[in-house]
């Protein structure tokens, strides 16, 4: 029988957010994987992430494995490999153990995920595993729910850009006529909030973090006054809208 790795997307942290698929798919694997954060030595940081908190919520401890990722790693890039690598193996073990591991990832499993990486290490580790993915809802699902910001109307594009890949790339989106979401910004949130006023999206933009957690904070982006934010903060600049009710159909 064929080994089964499913990435289970649980969503942006509020538990309430799992879909039934993504419940029963957490239940019905042998083992529930959970990223955690490296230490500097590489080991467990032994802090519990948003998606183990989720996972708990719905299967005992007794289920989950903590395995270590570099998730925030940009510049050691050795690093980062040698944390995947490890990944990588800790997981095909596991698999060739139990046959199907579930692995828990924020938000949606196709979406900036770490479950792309260790999918494509696990394959070349386990022949024939079969990937399936269960979708989860983002964190600008849940920003626009919290905050009322519509993400598209008619025909409005909608551009979703990380800002781990530069300021730059975010201000050429603000400049076309779509909504645009930015994800991972809070340390560049002085760089945001100047495109945000050069291209005159600043007012109706909103930002939020820790969405559906008690430290959760949902503010309009015009308060933003150049201080680091939490790493995960996402922005909305809802596209610009003129001419009232279905104008851009």
């Known amino acids: 029988m064929s ?34 954060m490296a230490a500097p030595d590489g080991k467990d940081g032994g802090e519990r992430g948003r998606a183990e908190a989720t996972v708990l919520h719905y299967v ?5 494995v903590r395995v270590v990722f570099a998730l925030n790693e940009r510049t050691d890039r050795a690093r980062r490999e040698a944390a995947w690598d490890a990944a990588g193996e800790r997981v095909a073990a596991l698999l060739r153990e139990h046959g199907s591991v579930a692995f828990a990832t924020i938000g949606d499993p196709n979406v900036y995920s770490t479950f792309t990486y260790l999918a494509q290490t696990v394959g070349d580790l386990v022949p024939g595993t079969v990937v399936e993915t269960v979708p989860g809802i983002t964190a600008m ?27 730059a790339v975010l201000k050429d989106a603000l400049n076309g006529p779509g909504t645009v979401v930015a994800y ?3 340390r560049q949130a002085g760089e945001v909030a100047e495109a945000l006023r050069e291209t005159g999206r600043l007012d109706d933009a909103v930002w939020g973090s820790a969405l559906g957690l008690p430290e959760e904070s ?12 939490p ?10 809208r003129e001419g009232g009710r279905g104008g851009k159909l």
């Open 184 to 186: 991972k910004f809070g």
């Open 3 to 36: 080994s089964r790795l499913i990435g289970v997307g649980v969503g942006p942290g509020d538990p309430e957010l799992v879909t039934v698929k993504g419940v029963n798919a957490l239940r019905a694997a042998e083992v529930v994987v959970v990223p955690v």
């Open 231 to 240: 790493y995960l903060s996402t922005l909305i600049a809802p596209a610009p």
């Open 60 to 64: 005992g401890a007794e289920k989950v």
């Open 141 to 167: 699902q849940d920003l626009a729910a919290r905050s009322g910001a519509v993400l598209t109307e008619g025909t409005e594009p909608l551009t979703l850009v990380p800002v781990t890949a530069g300021a």
């Open 218 to 229: 949902v503010r309009a982006a015009a308060e933003l006054d150049g201080g680091p934010l």
